[in-house]
């Protein structure tokens, strides 16, 4: 009786230890290096459907699960316009960002997405994935939450954006770290990092 005990505690540790070995220090999901799941045919505020083979000319895509009605993702709204506006608003740009709300509650649906896109001028594709799909694949947990991924679409950065909510006590800028050692083919230094922000709401009946 003890050896079945003793092999059956061995065999869901040695589980556990397979399932934690694929996720990331804070992403309960996915680990630096992983591939990053694919998505298509997502709704955008632009009245036009979005899928990752848009960006098939971008050596690197930022991905951010972001929605309307957190205060946390509303503080960094300009923070991502600034962003888009330095590395992802020009055609030629290598670096593409998309934000992706994958929230179902009434002020996160596409109308209202419509709205706050309109009224902060984004400059970024804004879609909605009613599914949840890609934010579960990702890992998501958290309004704003980025995931930078290079030429083959591998995880190399997640998490914040940067160290402080308030964009004038920011003092470590993780993301465009992230970003600008891509662009110069080094390995990014700070490659995961606690996201900040209120619990992505997913469906438990999904």
């Known amino acids: ?116 896109a309109k009224a902060k001028g984004f400059n970024f594709p804004y879609v909605y994935d009613e599914t949840q799909k890609i934010g579960r694949e990702l890992g998501a947990s958290k309004t704003p939450e980025f995931f930078v991924l290079n030429k083959e679409r591998k995880v190399v950065y997640m998490g914040a954006m940067d160290d402080d909510q308030r964009a004038k006590n920011a003092k470590k800028k993780y993301l465009e770290d992230a970003v600008d050692a891509l662009l110069k083919g080094e390995t990014v230094s700070t490659a995961e990092t606690a996201a900040r922000g209120c619990s992505v709401q997913y469906d438990r009946r999904r």
């Open 1 to 116: 009786m003890r050896r079945v005990v003793t092999a059956s505690l061995a065999l869901v540790l040695g589980l556990a230890l397979v399932s934690s070995a694929h996720a990331g220090k804070f992403n309960k999901k996915l680990s630096i290096g992983d591939s990053a799941p694919t998505f298509q045919g997502l709704p955008g505020t632009d009245d036009k459907t979005h899928s990752l083979a848009d960006f098939k000319d971008k050596d690197v895509l930022v991905v951010v699960v972001t929605c309307n009605h957190c205060p946390v993702a509303v503080a960094y709204e300009d923070r991502i316009i600034e962003f888009a506006r330095k590395y992802a608003s020009s055609p030629e740009s290598k670096v593409g960002l998309i934000a992706i709300n994958v929230n179902n509650n009434n002020t996160d649906k596409l109308d209202k997405m419509k709205e706050r």
